[in-house]
């Protein structure tokens, strides 16, 4: 997932893509109920957001823009050190908490799990790896995620190595190179959608290199957009870009997946972040990009520590339709409520206090 909302004291003199920011928080939204829909629609072709995992690609796509648009006339004055500092203070803290209620909910599932198959070890070395980062898909109740606590966060392993691959060497190349790399990227997206069938992998051990193609490509694409200035001015607003995106997750799941998941992540995605910086945002709508942004990141950390819950609650007591209405609106609802909450109690004083801190050390 995308996460770029940089400390204040970088971007104080920087504009936002409001329209963009919102859209980000309707991606968001998507992967949560994508993720409440597979565990009831194991044949893909019947699930009506069976695309919402595409929410990811483009998440890496608004990543590779804002990250240039953030950092490529500044990040020679800031050094090395200065970036990853900013971008471990903006990222890391959300990993930690995903982490934390990961693993709270593998202790103390009331519906289920195999506890008792694990030793205190093997828990703690998951823990650990889940906190800082490191892949290790060694929890069968949890699907060999390349992160057992916290699922999502192969996402941001690879957003990660974007952001080391971009200040190390994107942010020195040509526009002119930018270009070859992306077409190779595109290569590699069109070789793992052909020989997978799609594009879902990344989350797991066997499909790790996938998560590769797609944050290549993506992220690449992205940084591509910024620099040639490939914005397209439009009168779409919010409302209209957000029903463009939302079609790219319910669109149908089919044989054809191969052809039709590549198209969107190699075209449609990179049109809508081009059109979405073009696009004039109307006044009522400010309020709302801007809460879909700042909880878009909490939200996409902090809810897949209960869908495991749910999973198994589904797998064990098989709740009719009525029921699962009554269970997953409201748990949408709450599972936003709950990330705000993460976010104002913990995430964002504890980035304040470590950028201050790191600001008084820099000053010292």
Known sequence: MNTNNAPVTILQTKQHFEILDGLRGIAALAVVVFHFMEWIFTDPTKNFIGHGFLAVDFFFCLSGFVIGYAYDDRIAK???????????????????????????????????????????????????CSV????????????????????????????????????????????????????????????????????????????????????????????????????IK???????????LLLAFVMPFSEWNW?????VVL??????????????????????CVFSDTISYPLYMTHYAVLWMFGNYYTNYKPDTTQLVLIIIPGVILLVVFAYFVMVVYDIPLRKYLSNKWIKKSLN
Do not use: Q
Request: net charge positive; aromatic share 18%; with cysteine.
């Open 78 to 128: 800031m050094g090395l050190r200065k970036f990853f500092t900013s971008r471990i203070i903006r990222l890391h803290p959300l990993v930690v908490a995903g982490s934390v209620l990961g693993l709270l909910a593998f202790l103390f599932d009331p519906f289920g799990g195999h506890l008792e198959l694990y030793s205190t070890g093997k828990i703690i070395l998951t823990f650990i």
């Open 132 to 231: 800082f980062l490191i892949p290790l898909p060694i929890i069968a109740d949890r699907g060999f995620n390349l992160f057992s606590f916290n699922a999502p966060a192969w996402s941001l392993f690879w957003e990660y190595m974007a952001n080391i691959a971009y200040a190390f060497v994107l942010c020195r190349i040509r526009r002119n190179f930018l270009l070859i790399l992306t077409i190779l990227s595109a290569a590699a997206i069109c070789y793992v959608a052909y020989n997978s069938g799609n594009l879902l992998g990344g989350w797991s051990g066997p499909t790790f290199w996938d998560g590769c193609a797609r944050i290549s490509y993506s992220f690449l694409v992205g940084l591509l957009i910024y620099r040639s200035n490939w914005i």
């Open 234 to 244: 439009n009168k779409l607003g919010f409302f209209g870009l957000s029903v463009l």
């Open 259 to 263: 052809l039709s998941e590549p198209l």
């Open 267 to 288: 075209f449609y995605f990179p049109l809508l972040i081009s059109l979405g910086a073009g696009a004039v945002l109307n006044p009522e709508f400010k309020k709302i």
